[in-house]
């Protein structure tokens, strides 16, 4: 069997998004965080997703569209003060609207850059830009602008990939200083969730700790192998 080829998506009138090739190197920094027996009861679907990375120069791209938010009042509030650091919550319920991830490789600070487009029904799409690092207490850390930053644990199912927040933090220059509990928004979880026949879901869920849940956004996407992956299927 040939080594997974990384994948772009490229839209077309005919239907889901199909996947081509694009250069990539072999991923196994998600595959260390898990240890081999978390990993392997992962779908293969999802193995495989995560266990490539895109060369310089290349990006993984997902197509799909949001199929469920839902924000409480807080929840949008919060969402509305989060602009000041970029706007990494929904601002909208809209559903039924395209959505596109993009992955890139940060080569400077051995990580990824992931980039979320949502439309909206009325106005610009929404654009969130944040950085994955292999860092921190938590081996992983997700950085969402102006010194703000997430440390995540990561946890494996039958089902999905899910990441946790472990707690917020703020750098500044060489320093990087934990906030307390009360000063964050609640328990982050973001799970990457197989749904079979090549589709997958990205589900966004914040938890309060008095309010409940104030934010629940779900992204579902489909993936069409490429001709030279149905190959290796067979090998």
Request: net charge positive; with cysteine.
């Amino acid at each position: 069997m040939r080594p997974q080829a990384a994948a772009t998506v490229v839209a077309n009138d005919h239907g889901p998004a199909s996947i081509g090739e694009a250069p990539h190197l072999h991923e196994s920094r998600f595959r260390a965080l898990l240890g081999a027996a978390a990993w392997a009861r992962l779908p293969p679907a999802v193995r495989r997703r995560f266990s490539g990375r895109p060369a310089a120069g290349s990006a993984v791209t997902y197509a799909g569209e949001i199929v469920e938010c839902r924000t409480t009042l807080p929840g949008r509030l919060l969402a509305q003060l989060c602009r000041l650091i970029g706007a990494p919550l929904p601002l909208s319920d809209d559903v039924g609207v395209p959505a596109v991830v993009t992955v890139t490789e940060d080569g400077a600070a051995s990580g990824q850059h992931w980039t979320r487009v949502y439309g909206r029904r009325r106005g610009f799409p929404q654009v969130i830009h944040s950085s994955k690092r292999f860092a921190g207490p938590t081996g992983l850390e997700e950085y969402l602008g102006c010194g703000l930053g997430i440390a995540l644990r990561v946890r494996a199912d039958a089902e999905a990939l899910h990441f946790h927040s472990d707690h917020y933090f703020a750098a500044v220059g060489p320093l990087r200083l934990r906030l307390p509990a009360w000063l964050g928004p609640g328990a982050l979880t973001i799970s990457h969730v197989d749904r079979g026949c090549g589709q997958f879901a990205f589900v966004l869920a914040l938890r309060h700790p008095l309010l409940g849940e104030i934010i629940r956004q779900t992204g579902l996407f489909h993936e069409r192998v490429a001709r030279d992956d149905r190959e290796d299927l067979h090998d």
